[in-house]
């Protein structure tokens, strides 16, 4: 992985320090980065314009709030058409169960997590997700027992490693 154009090692620090910390004080995140406090935050400024950092999330404690149950699905689909695809994607898109998809390379198409309220709302989601004619061929689930880790990556180690 190499850094995009543009950025150097300050604004790998910038983003790092908000991807760990969220929204931070103009003083914070300066003394995070070590750079004084307006050079610093106009940095970040740049970062947000330029579409760098998508947003500012919470890291919620869902086992918590809710008893919910977590399914790892991979799904293959019928035909392998750009068509095929991009409206599989697209819909996946729509669908707030749907916290996580990959689309990866070899024997299958996706690799998607789901989460709802419980086993029933799961199948009745699967239900939809095969009657909406998305050219699903087939699926495979996994129930989640644990979560184990669910993290971003380590941006400024990536960079660095880059730079190897």
Not at 4 to 32: C, P, W
Not at 37 to 54: D, F, S, V
Request: net charge positive; proline share 2%.
């Amino acid at each position: 992985m190499r850094e995009r154009a543009g950025l150097d090692a300050t604004d790998i620090r910038i983003l790092s320090a908000v991807q760990k910390h969220g929204q931070l004080s103009k003083a914070r995140l300066a003394e995070l980065v070590n750079l004084s406090a307006t050079p610093c935050w106009a940095r970040l400024t740049r970062l947000r314009a330029a579409g760098y950092i998508r947003g500012y999330h919470a890291d919620i404690a869902l086992e918590r709030v809710i008893d919910a149950t977590r399914v790892v699905v991979t799904i293959s689909l019928t035909h392998h058409r750009k068509a095929d695809f991009d409206r599989f994607e697209n819909h996946i898109k729509t669908v707030d169960e749907i916290i996580n998809c990959v689309s990866t390379g070899g024997g299958i198409d996706y690799i998607m997590t789901v989460v709802t309220p419980g086993l029933s709302a799961f199948q009745a989601l699967m239900d939809d997700l095969l009657a909406a004619d998305l050219s699903i061929d087939r699926y495979m689930t996994y129930f989640a027992t644990r979560l184990i880790k669910a993290e971003q990556p380590n941006l400024a180690k990536l960079a660095a490693q880059s730079r190897r």
